[in-house]
């Protein structure tokens, strides 16, 4: 099985600030990689998916890069509205998806 | 705009089966690009696949649960369900249900429900 290792896995952040979380496969994975942020009570929300494209209506603060094993989600000036969990997920594999354990971003 | 929502009971005893549904809403559960997921989330932590089922009725299942899993498809209803047997408090979980992209083979996760929490507890 494909492993997610994410970092840091918490984050402390003003507004305003550039934000960049990490995500790592145990194998390579292309760019088969999504990202989601999930806040306190809700469902997570899909970011990025294929490592780089942005959703429809995601802001463009939003960005993801990365191929191969290493994988990364910037938040170019964070918001208020930005503090919040961010899980990576890959779907290289055929018949099973796995999550990396998340990153929550705080307030600094 | 499409919607998904889980119901089920909040409360299952050790040893029985935890049944769940999902209905979506606002678009057809039968339609070939996507197959449709539960995803649980245990309290305070991250998120596990559980299992995903296509409308025509065939299933990916996480090996870790496969030999109590079971997922179906009401396509006239627009609904699919998930049951877990055997529980214990380890699947004690926020359980999501959303709809998986498959273009070419199943993929990330676009929309989601808002997830029900399932206790287990006698």
């Known amino acids: 099985d494909i492993q997610m290792t994410q970092s840091p896995s918490t984050l402390s952040a003003s507004v305003g600030d550039r934000v960049t979380i990490t995500c790592r496969a145990s194998?390579?994975?292309?760019?088969?990689l999504a990202w989601y942020q999930q806040k306190p009570g809700k469902a997570p929300k899909l970011l990025i998916y294929?490592?780089?494209s942005l959703k429809t209506g995601v802001p463009s603060r939003f960005s993801g890069s990365g191929s191969g094993t290493e994988f990364s989600l910037t938040i170019s000036s964070l918001q208020p509205d930005d503090f919040a969990t961010y899980y990576c997920?890959?779907?290289?594999?055929?018949?099973?998806?796995?999550f990396g354990q998340g990153t929550k971003v705080e307030i600094k | 705009q499409l919607q998904l929502q889980e119901s089920g009971p909040g409360l299952v005893k050790p040893s029985e089966t935890l049944s769940l549904t999902c209905t979506v809403s606002?678009?057809?559960?039968?339609?070939?690009?996507?197959?449709w997921a539960w995803i649980r989330q245990s309290p305070g932590k991250g998120l596990e696949w559980i299992g995903s089922?296509?409308?025509?009725?065939?299933?990916y299942d996480n090996p870790s649960l496969k030999s109590r899993l079971t997922m179906s498809v009401d396509a006239s209803r627009n609904q699919f369900s998930l049951k877990l047997n055997s529980v214990t408090a380890a699947d004690t979980s926020v359980y999501f249900c959303?709809?998986?992209?498959?273009?070419?083979?199943?993929?990330?996760?676009?929309?989601w429900g808002q997830g029900i929490l399932v206790t287990v507890s006698s």
């Open positions: 959303a709809r998986q992209e498959s273009s070419g083979w199943p993929g990330y996760f676009d929309s």
């Open positions: 606002g678009g057809s559960i039968s339609i070939s690009r996507f197959y």
């Open positions: 089922v296509y409308y025509a009725g065939s299933t």
């Open positions: 194998q390579s994975i292309s760019r088969w």
């Open positions: 294929m490592g780089s």
């Open positions: 997920q890959e779907y290289d594999s055929y018949h099973m998806w796995t």
